[in-house]
């Protein structure tokens, strides 16, 4: 059997997907973790985050607030996870088997894919809009073709080719970024009030800031996907370059966001606000704006097939034991690209109701997850996970991690009555305060104590030795691509 040497061999196809990468094909700059997530929040989807304060009775100065904070916090929790790829060497879901099971960990894993492919619905209908924007050629179903097809054969490539996509497109997204801010500071009118800091509305304010924070945590379930190539020892700097990268970026656009909705009060339109505002600055730029912006789309949603594919391979893997290859990595970036085509078809209409209404129940579903993960990883484990039983269906984690799904459920349902999810759910404690949601200040410590309460009793130390022990069978098996 032939032994890969990098991610991608055979044809150009990157080989890995699921398994372990050993020692010998780790390799990278931990620099260029900072372009691709600050790429990944630098695109339209994300300036449309910024508009919750606004179109819901807030004021732009409060807006911006919300948004620092909301953004800062999201993306700690973010970057924590993204250092997990140096150290462990796999992508950022099949970790949950630890916590939650060999078949348990399919409980996260189900709204993983949704969110997977609920973004690309969003960013394909995005995108397309911005193509036929700018380009006035054909129209928005054509685009959605194109960039479904591209963002594809971009995840198929895999790792290498996407990390340089969005380096060399943070180059250019940046003088875009730039000219359009220009344009926004010296060319809209803002509404009178727009920086008074007596006029502050708790329901806009926390509605802003949970949608930021739950944004950036959102990213949690890609974010080691794309670090698992480095050394070992890259963590420290993981966690730095993919907090500053990614917290700029979605600061950044997200100000646009606000600062555009605020001077177009009720007349916002995602793509059509921007391009007025940018052909402010000089005629034409609206339409180079817009076809900057959709590259950016087209990046992420490639990043979505990509993490899509192996979270299908993970679930897959669960229910019938497989062996990762090529073909099975084709296959599920094929599946994940038809759904969000399919999809992106029926989704134009009241976009920013129903992409407000999305994060919000992403944030739901994934702050127990994070929460146990990270417990598990930093307070519980401390990063020492015997890997090759990760891959092993009667392992030492088991089939099911009852200590993490617990911990997940409990964690999801003391929150249930702080849910404010626009007009899908309200619950009773959210109602009582006027709408505003505060369920991420109390799902995240209750599922972090309970796990930690729950895990008391593992012997880490016996698990450690067990890593230890399988340490070169693991590397091995992992060169040569067979099962450890």
């Known amino acids: 059997m032939s032994t890969a040497t990098g991610p991608a061999a055979g044809g150009g196809l990157e080989v890995r997907s699921i398994d372990y990468v050993p020692l010998n094909e780790r390799h990278g700059k931990v620099s260029h973790i900072g372009p691709l997530w600050f790429m990944s929040n630098a695109q339209i989807a994300t300036l449309a985050v910024g508009l919750i ?157 949970g949608v930021a924070a739950g944004y950036q945590i959102s990213w949690a379930i890609y974010v080691s996907d794309y670090s698992r190539y480095l050394p070992p020892e890259s963590g420290r700097g993981t966690f730095k370059w993919t907090f500053w990268g990614s917290a700029l970026g979605g600061i950044w656009v997200m100000f646009l966001g606000s600062f555009i909705a605020a001077a177009a009060g009720t007349e916002f339109d995602t793509i059509t606000s921007i391009q007025d505002t940018a052909n402010k600055l000089f005629p034409g730029f609206g339409a180079i704006a817009l076809f900057i912006a959709s590259l950016g789309l087209l990046s992420v949603t490639a990043l979505n097939m990509y993490g899509g594919s192996l979270t299908l391979i993970s679930s897959i893997d669960s229910l019938r034991r497989i062996r990762p ?38 944030l739901y579903f994934f702050i127990p997850w994070t929460a146990v993960n990270l417990t598990d990883y930093f307070v519980v484990r401390k990063g020492h996970y015997a890997i090759a039983e990760i891959f092993h269906p009667h392992g030492i984690y088991g089939r099911w991690g009852w200590a993490g799904i617990v911990s997940y459920l409990v964690g999801f349902v003391v929150m249930i009555p702080f849910f404010s999810a626009g007009k899908l759910f309200v619950g009773p404690v959210a109602e009582a305060m006027g709408g505003a949601d505060i369920s991420l200040i109390i799902g995240l410590p209750v599922a972090a104590v309970l796990y930690w309460i729950l895990t008391r009793h593992i012997d880490t130390a016996a698990e450690w030795r067990l890593a230890k022990t399988q340490a070169s069978e693991l590397e091995e098996a992992a060169k040569m691509h067979v099962e450890p």
């Open 53 to 209: 304060s606004i179109t819901t009775g807030g004021n732009l100065i409060w807006s911006l607030i919300a948004i620092a904070i909301g953004v800062l916090v999201g993306t700690l929790f973010m970057a924590a996870h993204s250092s997990q790829g140096p150290q462990l060497g796999l992508p950022q879901m099949i970790q949950s088997r630890p916590q939650f099971g060999y078949v348990g960990a399919l409980l996260v894993w189900l709204f993983a894919y949704l969110q997977y492919a609920g973004f690309n619905v969003f960013n394909t209908v995005l995108a397309g809009e911005a193509v036929a924007g700018s380009l006035h050629i054909g129209n928005e179903t054509l685009w959605f073709w194109v960039v479904t097809i591209i963002a594809a054969a971009v995840a198929l490539f895999g790792y290498d080719l996407i990390h340089g996509f969005e380096r060399y497109l943070t180059y250019l997204t940046i003088i875009m970024l730039a000219l359009l801010t220009v344009a926004v500071l010296t060319h809209l009118d803002l509404p009178g009030g727009a920086f008074n800091l007596a006029d502050f509305h708790l329901v806009p304010f926390l509605g802003q800031l």
């Open 325 to 362: 290859t090529v073909k099975i990595r084709v296959v599920t970036i094929v599946i994940t690209a038809a759904i969000s085509l399919v999809f992106a078809n029926f989704a134009s209409a009241d976009f920013l109701a129903n992409f407000n209404d999305f994060l919000l129940l992403v």
